[in-house]
């Protein structure tokens, strides 16, 4: 252990400073004596302290970059600051979250948007979220998510960081190469997993070659709507692959998107019946196919009316798409996991769990082999089979079981490996190659994480303009890094500093995530951001965004009856409601309308009911309106549940449900 001496090296000495304010607050009033105590006495080595002052955020201060997270089985998306890796807000997605009041008495008719002929979906797999983009940049307007266990799709706009819409796949009821976006939002683009009859219908699972389906789904966004038009999507077939991760292509790619496939064996698993289980016969080629998509030219057939409806969506059929020339495939090193497109959009970098390497493809050679046809067969359904050394650029050995991969801005690539638990940073070449001292498609140094990374991000790492001086490791496994808290252990995100070449690359951060198991994120910088502070004004409903003019201002506070119908008309302000007394007959249908008339910025009012499970949140601005069914009799206090005041606890009244005759 390197303790803080009278020769500390300079840039410690810097690092000891910054931390003399970390600690008091007072650095005047401190000494280098206070920092060597206090580092020896808790044991801090220099490097220690150097990582305190690169990621230590005073109060008041605020991040230079936002990570959108995805919360795994939380069903959530995770909002953190970098470099503070400080959790700024969870956004309600799939999930009911009860803060919020998300599936509490708002929330509910985007939930149900979700639903499977009316069966309640109210969880989620979220893993894969896509900031919007515009010529492949981050523009900081809206964010997409996908829920892998139900094949929904989720759209946010980041002016109040509030889900507004979920959209459900007919076709299918897995999802994992999705989202991502075109470089435009022209698309949000889901990719299926696990193959299924369409619909999800019940097919034996001797039939898989011939009624299991693959497919990816082209989602039509509309930007000033800020909504999915499912009326313009449609949906290409795909082999009964399970498709896996995808990027779309962007300046030199642009027009296509390219899909990682596993499970070309197409093995149905056994076990019992003395057939491989799926680890194993999912795993036996040498080789698996990566899906090259003409994404411009499926639009066109679209367009032109060459679908088939199923389940009432249009589909372009896999016969037709190999007859249009818009899908190709060519082999990809074997259970393939990252597929990620290089910021100039020349390259695609391709990783597969069982291979050491990173295989790097030429888009210039994958266009000239579609021109000239140059293939090396058909795989079993018909695509061409783009030849793969015709394609091929370069392969560099990284380590064992690399995944996925991000760029910096200076010419060099970051890959995950999952069995070595660690990050490697290796180079680019072609006009890449300029940026770095080392050589062209050089593997450069690894750093070690704990442990089990999958996923990682860099600062706007998968747009065209990587900005690049952090790295986020997304650790599946923290075992000994925190304190146990019983079997059941957090995540574990670390911070990693590549702000220098070479072979500088530390661990600065260690932030334990304990909510469910996050697979991806992007990271934007914060100025791209523009949440409102308050609601554009008194009576705004997030849902629509846009005025309500059922909404109650001051002085329209009031109840009506209509026969067995209530409506309650209600404002919020410190430190009351009002009306704060309503009373409604059992059985009566109660439809309860609340606004927050606050301006103030962070003049939060919760409004609670007990028994009917109701909880809301409202910011300035903002109106909301519940129904329930007054079926309970009985006396119930009602009360903002967020604390708004020093007389915060007389914020309240009473809903008195009176008996039925």
Not at 160 to 166: A, L, M, S
Not at 355 to 360: A, G, K, L, Q, S
Not at 414 to 420: A, G, W
Not at 500 to 521: C, F, K, S
Request: glycine residues 10%; contains cysteine.
């Amino acid at each position: 252990m390197l303790f803080l001496t009278g020769r500390t090296p300079r840039r410690a000495t810097a690092a000891a400073l910054v931390l003399i304010g970390l600690l008091t607050g007072h650095a005047a009033a401190q000494s280098m004596n206070d920092v060597q105590k206090i580092a020896k006495d808790r044991g801090l080595s220099t490097a220690d302290l150097l990582a305190a002052a690169k990621t230590y955020t005073p109060s008041g201060q605020k991040d230079d970059y936002i990570m959108f997270s995805s919360g795994g089985h939380s069903g959530q998306v995770f909002v953190i600051g970098v470099p503070s890796m400080r959790h700024l807000r969870t956004i309600a997605v799939f999930t009911p979250e009860p803060w919020q009041g998300w599936g509490y008495g708002v929330g509910e008719e985007i939930l149900e948007e979700g639903y499977v002929d009316g069966k309640a979906n109210l969880w989620g797999d979220t893993h894969h979220p896509a900031l919007s983009e515009t010529n492949g940049d981050y523009d900081g307007q809206f964010l997409f998510i996908n829920d892998k266990i139900n094949a929904r799709v989720a759209v946010i706009d980041l002016r109040d960081f509030e889900t507004k819409q979920i959209i459900k796949n007919p076709l299918t009821v897995s999802d994992h190469g999705g989202t991502f976006v075109t470089p435009n939002t022209e698309y949000v683009i889901e990719g299926g997993q696990y193959s299924v009859p369409w619909g999800f219908k019940y097919a034996p699972i001797s039939e898989y070659k011939e009624r299991y389906k693959g497919s990816v789904t082209l989602w039509k966004f509309n930007r000033k709507k800020g909504r999915i038009m499912e009326d313009e999507s449609f949906a290409i077939e795909l082999p009964p692959y399970w498709q896996d991760l995808a990027d779309a292509g962007k300046l030199a790619s642009d027009g296509f998107i390219f899909m990682n496939s596993i499970n070309t064996e197409m093995a149905t698993g056994g076990i019992e019946d003395k057939k491989p289980p799926f680890e194993a016969g999912a795993s036996c080629n040498a080789t698996d196919f990566m899906h090259i998509i003409d994404w411009r030219k499926a639009e066109e057939v679209y367009k032109a009316g060459k679908v088939t409806r199923i389940e009432g969506f249009p589909v372009i059929m896999l016969e037709t798409a190999i007859e249009e020339g818009l899908l190709h495939v060519t082999p990809e090193p074997r259970s393939p996991h990252g597929v990620d497109v290089a910021p100039k959009g020349d390259f695609v970098v391709v990783s597969g769990k069982l291979d050491p390497h990173v295989t790097i493809y030429s888009v210039k050679n994958i266009k000239a082999a579609i021109a000239n046809k140059t293939y090396s067969g058909k795989e079993p359904f018909g695509i061409p089979i783009l030849d793969f050394d015709s394609v091929i650029e370069a392969q560099v050995e990284v380590g064992l079981g690399p995944l996925h991969t991000q760029f910096g801005p200076d010419g060099y690539a970051y890959t995950s490996l999952f069995l070595d638990s660690a990050v490697a940073r290796w180079t680019l070449g072609g006009s890449y190659g300029s940026g770095t001292p080392e050589p062209d498609w050089t593997l450069v140094h690894k750093t070690p994480v704990q442990y089990n990374v999958g996923h990682i991000g860099v600062a706007e790492g998968d747009t065209v303009t990587p900005d690049g001086t952090h790295l986020i490791s997304f650790n599946k496994w923290s075992v000994d890094r925190f304190f146990p808290t019983g079997p059941l252990l957090p995540q574990n995100f670390q911070l990693i500093d590549i702000s220098q070449q070479g072979t500088e690359m530390p661990v600065i951060y260690d932030m334990p995530i304990g909510m469910g198991e996050p697979h991806y994120a992007q990271i934007i910088k914060a100025d791209k951001l523009n949440p409102w502070k308050v609601y554009p004004d008194i009576g705004w409903d997030p849902a629509t965004m846009t005025l309500d003019p059922m909404a109650p201002k001051a002085k329209m506070e009031r109840v009506v009856r209509n026969g067995n119908t209530v409506e309650v008309y209600m404002t919020a302000i410190r430190s009351h409601f009002n009306p704060e007394h309503v009373t409604v007959k059992q059985g009566d249908t109660v439809i309860w309308r609340i606004t927050n008339v606050e301006r103030a910025v962070d003049a939060t009012h919760g409004f609670s009911i007990p028994v009917y499970n109701i909880n809301l949140s409202l910011e300035p601005g903002e109106t909301a309106t519940i129904e329930f069914i007054a079926d309970t009799p009985g006396t119930f206090p009602f009360y903002c549940s967020e604390f708004c005041s020093a007389l915060h606890l007389e914020m309240m009244g009473y809903l008195l449900v009176e008996p039925a005759d």
